[in-house]
């Protein structure tokens, strides 16, 4: 059974930064992109980061471009997600998603894709 599970969030004064992880159980997911979503009170879940099967290649939203980083161990099958110089707006709960297809990009929210339980970012002001 596959399994994602979210660890590192927190509240964190704004201007700070915090390491998401995400771990990956269940299989081998080698050949899979894997990508951050967070979804704030009222709001819907939105696309923040992905990253290519093999580490290659990346891409942001434009909200997070310059400030975070995402990036991934695919011996440990975890995806990460450094965030600096954050900003209360970036409070939200973030999850971690892989999709069920090989090397499909994941960038918008399926929900027939894997998911993890989220952690929650705090940024105060």
């Known amino acids: 059974q596959v399994q994602l599970v979210e660890s590192g969030g927190g509240l964190v004064q704004a201007g700070g930064s915090l390491r998401l992880s995400c771990a990956a159980s269940g299989r081998t997911f080698s050949n899979y992109a894997m990508g951050w979503f967070r979804q704030a009170p009222g709001k819907e879940r939105e696309f923040v980061a992905t990253?290519?099967?093999?580490?290659?290649?990346?891409y942001y939203a434009n909200s997070v471009k310059g400030r975070f980083t995402i990036s991934r161990d695919s011996a440990k099958n975890t995806v990460y997600l450094q965030m600096n110089s954050l900003e209360p707006e970036d409070t939200a709960i973030y999850y971690c998603?892989?999709?069920?297809?090989?090397?499909?990009?994941?960038?918008?929210?399926?929900?027939?894709?894997?998911w993890g339980q989220g952690t929650q970012v705090t940024v105060s002001s």
């Open positions: 998603s892989v999709p069920k297809t090989p090397y499909r990009m994941v960038m918008t929210v399926k929900v027939d894709d894997y």
């Open positions: 990253i290519d099967w093999n580490g290659d290649n990346t």
